[in-house]
């Protein structure tokens, strides 16, 4: 099991950057396939990207390729989610999550991924 804390978020003009992290807990992280999604109130989630265990292989959603950057560090448990280029539409809440190993068919699906974090509100103004 892994438990997992976001924090990062926060409120900036468009063509800003933030960069979010997610610590997590356990000494199981490094086995764990782990990805980044977001979501409005009232739609689905959505995957952002997503990080092979060794983090060779990187997974994002054709609306973020460019402007975000996926990483993370197995010996501090943590994953990273570099946001450059902030437009409007970016504006949600945003979750890291693990899971076990994964395709690219399912890396960016939520419901492959069985720990979450709570949330944390990335706001992006015009």
């Known amino acids: 099991q892994v438990q997992l804390v976001e924090s990062g978020g926060g409120s900036v003009q468009a063509g800003g950057t933030l960069r979010l992290s997610c610590a997590a807990s356990?000494?199981?992280?490094?086995?764990?396939?782990m990805g980044w999604f977001r979501q409005l109130p009232g739609k689905e989630r959505e995957g952002v990207a997503a990080?092979?265990?060794?983090?060779?292989?990187?997974y994002y959603a054709d609306s973020v390729k460019g402007r975000f950057t996926i990483s993370r560090d197995n010996a501090r448990n943590t994953l990273y989610l570099q946001l450059n280029s902030l437009k409007p539409e970016d504006t949600a809440m945003y979750y890291c999550?693990?899971?076990?190993?994964?395709?690219?068919?399912?890396?960016?699906?939520?419901?492959?991924?069985?720990?979450w974090g709570q949330g944390t509100q990335v706001t992006v103004s015009s």
């Open positions: 999550a693990a899971g076990p190993p994964l395709s690219a068919f399912g890396a960016l699906k939520p419901g492959w991924y069985k720990y």
């Open positions: 356990g000494n199981t992280y490094s086995s764990y396939f």
């Open positions: 990080i092979s265990t060794g983090g060779s292989s990187t």
